[in-house]
């Protein structure tokens, strides 16, 4: 006799989809807290104390990247304000003082050390006191955090999908904004990645991102495969160039985390194969006149697949600690590839099943190939910064629209 309370089987993990491939973020600036001559010239002007009122809540702002988001955009709203009205900032002389955000453990030791000295704290930070340059910070701070909301959303739905992108597509424009809003601050080697170079390049990633993010939404909806490969093609060309400005940026000696550039890399040849298997099931779909490229498309994939596993291949048994960092960080681009692999190996086999039983057609050569189409015009742009400001502060990673808008043919 069954047990009306027997357990049910768990399901299996092949039941659940696999993660996405992750999202980069970049280390943004933590706020300091403002010297005691500062604290009192607030009380002279009320408008300046609403600026560092707002300050003070970004300082306080917890470790969740929204809540710290939500209090740069008030804050930035208050620099606006008072960028209106430049005699009150200018007479007091405030000094704004930041510090690069590092990993988790350097920040825990950082602020202990703040904490038993507060001397120390200022002097791991930058100060200044022109307010186009702490615009241009707070932007470069805010446009962190919201990369770390994209990178934190669950991509596995649709609704997640479109936060990561909005998130990501809001980041952009900030990044944007910081390199327009003042150019003075732009090239000051000592804040860390507010190089002209360096935010450009990270403006680009987080495009490159927010257009994967699109592509995801597209393969969910059921796009036609022709649309597919176009969306895909764009993304492998565009994590190409960023792994180019970035290997640009670390020949300029300049911080930046050695995983990128072969996370890019990974990416662009992940893409790169994407878009050729989208093409084939396209072509297979024609029927006769097309199978014999269809596949030539899907053995270019599997070569690209191959050689990409190559590069970020198993973990080596002795290496420095560093090169293991690189290649565990790399794990998921190449989880995501084998999986892929095994996706165009099985298309492989139906198309040349088809091409050897009822097509018979010549398959080319790889180098005789067409250039795959990529899409005429960009489906993701940098959120403007009006629009930034104008979003309620309980919303970080949504300005642009709630996320990405809805796919059309």
């Known amino acids: ?130 307010l186009a340059t702490e615009w241009a910070v707070a932007l470069f701070a805010m446009a962190a955090e919201l990369a770390r ?86 993304v492998s060309l565009d994590y190409h160039e960023v792994f180019v400005k970035l290997g640009i940026l670390q020949q300029h000696q300049q911080p930046i985390d050695k995983s990128w550039a072969p996370h890019a890399q990974g990416k662009a040849a992940y893409f790169d194969a994407e878009a050729s298997l989208q093409l084939a099931r396209a072509l297979r779909e024609q029927g006769p006149g097309y199978v014999g490229e269809a596949v030539a498309r899907l053995r270019h994939a599997a070569s690209v697949l191959d050689a990409a596993t190559g590069k970020t291949g198993p973990l080596p048994k002795k290496s420095s600690s560093s090169s293991c960092t690189v290649a565990a960080a790399l794990a998921p681009v190449r989880d995501a590839a084998a999986r892929l692999r095994k996706e165009v190996e099985a298309e492989l086999a139906a198309a040349e099943n088809d091409n050897c039983q009822v097509y018979y057609e010549r398959v080319p050569a790889a180098d005789a190939l067409r250039e795959m189409p990529a899409l005429p015009e960009s489906l993701v742009r940098p959120t403007a910064v009006e629009k930034l400001l104008k979003e309620p502060d309980g919303e970080p990673g949504v300005a642009n629209g709630g996320g990405a808008p809805a796919i059309c043919h």
């Open 1 to 130: 006799m069954h047990s009306l309370f027997r357990r049910a089987k768990a399901p299996s993990p092949a039941a659940y989809p696999p993660a996405p491939m992750p999202m980069l973020s970049f280390p943004g600036k933590k706020a300091l807290r403002f010297a005691v001559v500062d604290t009192t010239a607030a009380e002279k002007d009320p408008g300046l104390a609403v600026l560092m009122l707002a300050r003070t809540h970004v300082v306080d702002a917890s470790e969740n990247a929204r809540a710290s988001a939500a209090a740069l955009r008030a804050y930035l709203r208050a620099i606006h304000a008072a960028k209106t009205n430049a005699a009150a900032p200018d007479q007091h002389k405030l000094c704004f003082a930041w510090r690069d955000a590092g990993d988790v453990e350097s920040d825990k030791k950082k602020s202990s050390k703040a904490a038993s000295s507060s001397s120390s704290a200022a002097a791991q930070g930058h100060s200044h006191t022109s």
């Open 149 to 234: 909301v994209a990178a934190a959303e669950d991509r596995r739905d649709a609704d997640g999908i479109r936060r990561a992108c909005g998130a990501l597509c809001d980041a952009a424009g900030a990044l944007r904004a910081a390199r327009a809003g003042a150019p003075d601050v732009v090239g000051d080697q000592m804040m860390c990645h507010m190089t002209d170079a360096c935010l450009a390049v990270f403006e680009r990633l987080m495009l490159a991102q927010a257009l994967e993010c699109y592509f995801e939404l597209a393969v969910a909806g059921g796009k036609p495969p022709a649309l597919c490969s176009k969306i895909a093609r764009q």
